[in-house]
């Protein structure tokens, strides 16, 4: 085994040396990124940053996300449309192809989707098809216990449905799509990748398919890509899409978890990096990086979420007390001041709908206040901790033992950190388990103020984590959903957001911020506001190297 | 000599097998304690859908019951596992589904060229300083080197490691390559991480720091025996002979002192996976090291028995291999 | 019985053995040294409050990372920490968790090694083949692998309160790992006294099992284990370190050194130098101090090698 795996990357090694030496040498287009370990680059099947990163810059979506207001524009699709937000019907460009010539057409989109929405695939993002007419006969419930062959072990009828009915081809270029209840905000989904084409001879074999994707956008891997070492995209000649690429190929080097690109950011093999929280201020401090340096909101948010069901966090005032005890600008400073902002509502800026500023006054740090407050809520019962129940992935604990602190320093409320695995804190949180508040962690899926509200706090108490229910706010969001215009939706959105904020079943701790460095070859260097690596990104569609 | 090998091969297997049980138990009792990892899948923050869920334990070979009983030992899922193995098949991991076999093909090669450079920066190095303090014994010379490899193992390695990527690596690097060039040697050595376009180059320096694991011990072991061999009869005749000093050393003393050298790298060869973990985890190598401790956290179950497995059966092996080293470089040695 | 057993030769030549070892480190200035280094340690582990007299658990995010301006005096003399807790607090406070840990460690190890090495050596057969077994199976799995593995299954499960709670986990995997060193030289010294004449004396004189092995065999095993007992004290706390900077040793809030390190290399590179250098100091000098006075004892009670 041990044999053969040197011969293997032996192999490899004169290979990729020959390659790095010719680029090195004729063009110098070719931009070098950072990246993760990616799960799959056949669309449907990522479903986390890093993959999608690839994943946009090779296929091209129905719509594309503009990088400054972050609204779908379209970009295969050439219109979207329906009568009562529940039936959409989707008219594709004519004369599209991937790269090994297949036309994009009304096939290539349903081929993608049924792949995606069967069960038996088990893909990451399957759910995205929830609110498609046609998902449950595709991911039916398993067959009674009394049918298992091996009583310990879940069984399933064969699912014989492959195809989603709400689905229909109307013509070659056209697709009409029926959800199960009216949402307006639908076309915001469809620049995801999960709503992504695929060709058909990537399902023909699929294995190879995953290491060279076929992709329809501007960028197609020559040789394929490995998941420890990375590769190489070129620029695809015959792209005949709205957004082609200027640079000639781009290489992506992987960093696997645990390790980052700063140190190779600074001897100039990666061209675009965030500093660890440490190494933030050292390049802040040289006026040569500071120029080359791009920070803005990151659309994920974090949270200081309460067990609604325990009969300690019932009284809105303690909640509140205890979101005004929060040093917000004190915690950031302990995990890095220029990775985080404090946050003061429930939707973040980049986001469509958001910027209400909802949680106003009960977010700002003010420790009288807040212990006010609390003695209006009757006080902390004496000699109590507060258990904090984190998942211990990251920084988390850091965050929350300052928060914790910060909490302790302003109410005298002693605190205990309560970390748990990821799976296990999930679980715990999803049974109602938690008897102190807890992290609430959110990034979004598209580009709305809805996915901020309806999926963390909405389905009533026995569903949503905190065990919150409050029926205006469902009526809200339903009559949101149905509402005539994206205007008016994202409106009514917001008043939800305002109902949530009196009740403040969470507090709303920090934003995001994106910090990034690039190398000085690069010149247009756009970081997309809701899409992009943790580690560094940009849009390599635009980007250009300098010479 | 041969009922000896077979004797100690057998007791190797069950070894194995027993390693192989605990193994398994542990990643089950992880499973039951710390969550089905299935809900990773999903990326954390949202609920999946049961059915969905149920789908994916399926599919990562996590849906049996016994993983919800804390303190089940899982038989079942423990003899499909040895049968698969059996067959060459080592399953696939969670996260992107892909062979073990494969990965390990991957890793091994990256953790064994760690290795290689380690062993030889260890041998050379406490050969010289072994042999040094060896001829000057209780004087000043003795004294430092004893003293200088002592406090060299007690900085713990990974701290070494930290700090050159932190502050030494990138101006080397900068410096080598205003000088050399980037797609020289030089240019490539000092970069503060491993780079898979540079298998080898890059490699060195973790290398040589991991190399430095244990060097108080093996320094001592060899001053030791060529104190031993030194005061022995047959350097003493050789002296008698009136054979230059060089000679001696050379030809008498280090040939002798090559037995303790074979016992420390066997012994050591546990403690250098341990160091791989770190050094691996710091330096951006995909070896085993930082593959088995990775797999722990995330709970892959099936990377963390294969990968402690195949590391285990590496250190039955390294030291089986230096007991019978042992009876052939030692004639006084044999076994029954 | 016990009048059989009048002073065995070897009490004689073990009371010989030690007090000859402790004239001959008495006289070496490094053991001296090192000795001093130890106690003051230890002094710090067992009062820290002779060296600091501020509260490591008050902390304000709004003061992190301050440098100290002033050193030695001030309000905070060594700065304060990533959470704006006061340094010098932190660093005496966890110096106890670590030495506790280390000693704590090295007693189980010691003891369980040294009851199995010699039930294995004594007796042979059935017992012999199962300790044998159970040291290979431990041994192959590398200590920190191991110790990761059994971390992992405990992490975020226990408080964080009292010192044993803190040490606990961390106990409990680096002893499991940690015994088979000693059990393997009690082993072996067993196997070696056990047919010597003064013990095969005793054994007709009718001694117990329990009297042989404790009176007359121990005093020979323990010479071999004691030798490498304080360098093994050093490798413990440089693993709890190693275990810290992967995140699963010492929980956070508690510290320890190793804690304190891993935040340190963190801001280290970020110019926080004293965050780093500091544990680093502490730690390397108690490292190598304890080394030192190992390899001095290794000599003192291996005459062959002096």
């Known amino acids: 085994m041990a044999v053969a795996g040197l011969a293997v990357s032996t192999a490899a090694c004169t290979g990729d040396e020959g390659d790095v030496d010719g680029e090195g040498g004729a063009s110098g287009g070719t931009v070098n990124m950072q990246i993760g370990e990616i799960r799959s680059l056949v669309p449907g099947g990522s479903g986390e940053s890093e993959g999608y990163r690839i994943i946009k810059n090779v296929y091209d979506g129905l719509v594309y996300y503009d990088r400054e207001t972050g609204e779908p524009e379209n970009l295969v699709a050439e219109d979207i449309t329906s009568p009562d937000n529940q039936v959409w019907t989707i008219k594709i460009k004519d004369g599209l192809t991937f790269q090994n010539g297949e036309p994009v057409n009304a096939d290539a989109f349903i081929r993608s989707w049924d792949r995606t929405a069967y069960a038996s695939n088990a893909l990451p993002l399957n759910y995205f098809f929830g609110t498609f007419e046609g998902y449950a006969e595709m991911n039916p419930d398993p067959l009674p216990e009394d049918q298992w062959a091996d009583p310990e072990v879940t069984e399933w009828a064969p699912i014989e449905t492959t195809h989603l009915s709400g689905v229909t081809p109307v013509d070659d270029l056209t697709i009409e799509v029926k959800l199960t209840a009216p949402f307006i905000g639908f076309p915001t989904m469809l620049g995801y990748e999960a709503f992504y084409p695929v060709a058909e001879a990537c399902l023909d074999d699929l294995e190879a398919c995953e290491a060279q994707p076929i992709g329809n956008g501007p960028f197609m891997f020559e040789e394929p890509y490995d998941i420890e070492s990375g590769g190489t995209a070129v620029r695809w000649e015959d792209y005949a899409g709205d957004m082609p690429a200027q640079i000639d190929a781009v290489n992506w080097k992987v960093y696997l978890e645990g390790d980052d690109c700063w140190a190779d950011f600074l001897t100039g093999d990666i061209d675009v990096c965030r500093p660890t929280a440490a190494d933030y201020e050292n390049a802040m401090n040289d006026p040569d990086l500071e120029s080359r340096h791009i920070q803005q909101d990151d659309p994920s948010i974090l949270m200081l979420a309460f067990p609604l069901y325990d009969p300690q966090y019932q009284d809105v005032n303690l909640r509140r007390a205890i979101s005004m005890a929060i040093d917000r600008e004190g915690v950031a400073n302990v995990v890095g001041p220029e990775r985080f902002y404090a946050l003061d509502q429930w939707v973040p800026d980049s986001i469509l709908g958001g910027g209400t500023h909802s949680c106003g006054e009960y977010c700002t740090y003010d420790p009288e206040a807040a212990a006010q407050l609390l003695e ?172 | 000599m041969g009922r000896y090998v077979i004797r100690r091969l057998l007791q190797a297997l069950l070894t194995l097998g027993i390693v192989l049980f605990l193994l398994h138990y542990l990643t089950a009792l992880s499973v039951q304690i710390r969550g089905n990892p299935a809900l990773l899948f999903f990326g954390g923050d949202r609920t999946p859908d049961p059915n969905m869920l149920a789908q994916v334990e399926r599919l990562y070979g996590l849906d049996n019951k016994c993983y919800e009983r804390v303190g089940d030992p899982c038989l079942s899922p423990f003899v499909d596992r040895l049968q698969n193995f059996v067959q060459g098949d080592f399953g696939t991991t969670l996260n992107g589904n892909r062979d073990v076999g494969q990965l390990l093909g991957i890793y091994i090669p990256n953790t064994l060229r760690l290795f290689i450079f380690a062993t030889i920066t260890l041998v050379v190095v406490s050969m010289v300083l072994g042999t040094w303090a060896a001829r000057h014994r209780g004087k000043f010379i003795d004294h430092t080197v004893r003293g200088t490899t002592i406090l060299a193992d007690s900085i713990p390695v990974f701290l070494i ?111 250098m996976l341990s160091g791989a973990v770190l050094t691996e985890g710091v330096m951006g190598i995909p070896g085993m090291g930082r593959m088995i401790f990775q797999a722990v956290q995330r709970q892959e179950g099936n990377l963390v028995i294969v990968g402690l497995t195949v590391s285990a059966v590496v250190v039955v092996f390294v030291s089986l291999i230096v007991d019978l080293l042992y009876a052939a470089l030692d004639p006084r040695i044999r076994y029954e | 019985m016990s009048e059989l057993t009048a002073p065995t030769p070897a009490a004689e030549r073990q009371a010989s053995l030690w007090s000859d070892a402790f004239r001959t480190m008495r006289k070496r200035p490094d053991v001296i040294v090192a000795t001093v280094v130890l106690l003051f340690v230890f002094t710090m582990a067992a009062f820290p409050g002779l060296f600091t007299d501020q509260d490591p658990t008050v902390c304000f995010g709004r003061d992190a990372k301050l440098r100290p301006d002033r050193w030695f005096s001030g309000e905070h003399p060594l700065g304060t920490d990533a959470f704006g807790c006061d340094f010098a607090a932190t660093l005496v406070h966890g110096t106890r968790p670590t030495i506790a840990l280390a000693l704590s460690v090295i007693v189980a190890s010691v003891v369980v090694g040294l009851v199995l090495g010699i039930l294995a050596g004594f007796y042979g057969g059935w017992a012999d083949t199962v300790i044998s077994r159970a040291l290979d199976v431990f041994i192959v799995i590398p200590m920190l692998m191991g110790a990761v593995l059994i971390l992992s299954l405990f992490r975020g499960r226990v408080s964080t309160d009292t010192l044993i709670e803190t040490i606990a986990v961390p106990f409990l995997a680096l002893s499991l790992f940690g015994w088979m060193e000693f059990c393997r030289y009690t082993r072996a010294a067993t196997l070696e006294t056990k047919n010597l004449d003064y013990v095969v004396a005793a054994k007709c004189l009718g001694a117990s099992d329990r009297r042989i092995m404790f009176k007359h065999i121990l005093p020979n095993a323990i010479v071999p284990v004691t030798a490498v007992v304080p360098t093994t004290i050093g490798g413990i706390i440089v693993t709890e370190a190693a275990l810290a900077v992967l995140g699963i040793g010492v929980q956070p809030p508690a510290t320890s050194w190793g804690v304190l390190l891993s935040k340190g290399t963190e801001w280290a590179g970020g110019g926080y130098v004293y965050l780093f250098a500091w544990p680093l100091g502490m730690l390397v000098l108690t490292v190598f101090a304890f080394a030192t006075f190992g390899d001095a004892l290794r000599d003192a009670l291996d005459p062959k090698l002096r």
């Open chain 1, 376 to 547: 209006e809520a009757g006080g902390w019962p004496e000699g109590v901790k507060m258990q904090i129940w984190v998942n211990d992935a990251a920084d988390n604990v850091d965050i929350f033992r300052a928060i914790g602190d910060s909490i302790s320093q302003s109410l005298g409320i002693q605190y205990e950190l309560v970390t748990l695995d990821f799976p296990e804190f999930l679980a715990t949180r999803e049974e109602h388990n938690l008897d102190g508040p807890f992290r609430s962690g959110w990034g979004p899926d598209y580009n709305l103020n809805e996915n901020y509200l309806e999926p963390i706090y909405g389905g009533g108490e026995a569903t949503n984590d905190q065990g919150w229910a409050n029926a205006d706010y469902d009526a809200k969001i339903a009559e949101a959903g149905a509402a005539a215009t994206l205007d008016d939706a994202v409106a009514l959105y917001a008043e939800a957001e305002a109902i949530l904020a009196a009740d403040m079943p969470s507090v709303p701790v920090f934003g995001e911020r994106f910090n990034y460095f690039y190398t000085d070859r690069l010149e247009n260097v756009y970081v997309h506001p809701i899409y992009s690596g943790p580690g560094g990104d940009c849009e390599l569609r635009e980007v250009t190297i300098a010479e």
């Open chain 2, 161 to 271: 490691l930290l700090s050159y990527v932190y502050i030494v690596a990138v101006p080397l690097t900068r410096w080598a390559r205003d000088i050399w060039g980037t797609e020289s040697f030089m240019g490539q050595v000092f970069r503060p991480n491993y780079n898979p376009d540079y298998p080898w180059t890059t490699i060195i320096i973790p290398g040589i720091i991991v190399g430095t694991v244990g060097l108080a011990s093996m320094t001592r072991l060899i001053r030791a025996s060529q104190l031993e061999n030194l005061g022995s009869d047959f350097v003493r005749t050789a002296k008698a002979k009136g054979l230059k000093p060089m000679r001696i050393t050379i030809v008498h003393v280090i040939r002798n002192s090559l037995i303790p050298i074979v016992t420390g790298i066997g012994f050591l060869f546990a403690f």
